[in-house]
């Protein structure tokens, strides 16, 4: 069974970092394309990152050269470095995986992250 458990949110000021990290089990980790998604209320759930299994990587306009995704194969985790922190980040953020041949993405059950004085 796929489980994924996100870590690493909580409350940080403007101009902080935070470091969210996901565990990953029940599915062959190395072959999947893993993401971290965000939601903030009342708005849809957007692209944070994602790397591939090939460990090429991808980050929504709104973190570019603020955050950085990276993954452990050995360890089964992926990591999502949040550097410059603004309120408008605030939000729950989501780990998932794709794997090949799968229809649909797999979800945790999301991690706060607050940015505010």
């Known amino acids: 069974q796929v489980q994924l458990v996100e870590s690493g949110g909580g409350l940080v000021q403007p101009g902080g970092s935070l470091r969210l990290s996901c565990a990953a089990s029940?599915?062959?980790?190395?072959?999947?394309?893993m993401k971290w998604y965000r939601q903030a209320p009342g708005k849809e759930r957007e692209l944070v990152a994602v790397?591939?299994?090939?460990?090429?990587?991808n980050y929504g306009d709104s973190v570019k050269g603020r955050f950085s995704i990276s993954r452990d194969n050995t360890k089964k985790t992926v990591s999502l470095q949040m550097n410059n922190l603004k309120p408008e980040d605030t939000a729950v953020y989501y780990c998932g995986a794709l794997g090949p041949f799968w229809t649909n993405n797999y979800w945790g059950q999301g991690t706060q992250v607050t940015v505010s004085s």
């Open positions: 029940g599915f062959t980790f190395s072959i999947a394309d």
């Open positions: 790397v591939t299994r090939f460990g090429s990587t």
